[in-house]
């Protein structure tokens, strides 16, 4: 058969090429495929190593940190029945003996300690179920507040003192201890123990504050340079949950102190 004129004779070696160039951009198309899973996977692998086992982990630390504390235990054996008088001895009550109320008195205030010490806990009667979190000298996020539990601001007073006694915390990862923060009211007690003292401080007020706003750990929070007359508190952490972009604040002041040795507040005895 003659070709006609001006017509080209069909090149038959060039499906073959176009069929090898579609394979390599298939198996590209599959390599990038394996790699976008491969990503994903060691994305979800981080964000549950972030989300989950920091707080796993986190939690068990913490948790050991306070059954180490060499601090003696508050009373647990109330007096007997026979110790009022016309009553009739049935032996000792056990049970929580409740601290009386210190109001009026000079609290007890330790010296602030070396970075990374432990010198206090923290409960907070409205966050039901949070176990006990240990309180350490300064607020680096590395050393103490990943690996340590909640922070103290150096140079902010000591529990009990005239001034801010200012607590930082994790709202998310890490044991999240200050995870329930926003759930606190007008009113609620904070509780705090040194290895001698118990200190309940009273919910203000609360507010969300950009990151730079350091007044709110201030001696007076939010009036710095002014002297403080009253014994506060103060709880930092991050806002909104899982962004850093603002901070939530909660203010508190001292309502009374115990001695350890009296009992345990009622506020964490279920009294109130």
């Given at each position: ?5 001006g017509a080209r004779a ?46 796993v982990e986190g939690n ?213």
């Amino acid at each position: 058969m003659t070709t006609p004129e001006g017509a080209r004779a069909p090149r038959h070696g060039r499906p073959a090429r176009r069929t090898s160039a579609g394979s390599v951009a298939l198996a590209g198309l599959g390599v990038v495929g394996e790699l976008l899973i491969t990503a994903g996977v060691l994305l979800l692998a981080f964000l549950v190593w972030q989300l989950w086992w920091t707080d796993v982990e986190g939690n068990r630390a913490q948790a050991e940190i306070v059954r180490n504390l060499d601090w003696a235990q508050a009373p647990t054996t109330a007096p007997s029945a026979a110790s009022t008088p016309g009553a009739t001895d049935s032996g000792p009550t056990t049970g929580p003996v409740i601290a009386p109320p210190h109001r009026g008195e000079e609290p007890p205030v330790e010296a602030e300690p070396g970075l990374r010490t432990t010198f206090a806990t923290l409960q907070v009667p409205r966050w039901d179920g949070e176990p006990e979190r240990p309180v350490s000298e300064g607020v680096d996020k590395a050393t103490v507040l990943d690996a340590l539990g909640i922070g103290h601001y150096p140079g902010t007073v000591m529990p009990g003192a005239i001034g801010n006694f200012a607590l930082a915390g994790h709202r998310t990862t890490y044991a999240k201890p200050f995870n329930r923060v926003a759930e606190l009211q007008l009113g609620d007690p904070i509780v705090i123990r040194t290895a001698s003292t118990w200190y309940v401080y009273r919910v203000t007020s609360t507010q969300i504050v950009n990151p730079q706003d350091v007044a709110v750990i201030a001696p007076v929070p939010g009036k710095p340079g002014v002297n403080p007359t009253e014994r506060s508190i103060t709880l930092t952490t991050c806002h909104p949950m899982f962004s850093a972009r603002e901070r939530f604040i909660v203010h508190g002041v001292l309502d009374y102190w115990a001695p350890v040795s009296d009992g345990v507040p009622a506020e964490i005895a279920g009294g109130a």
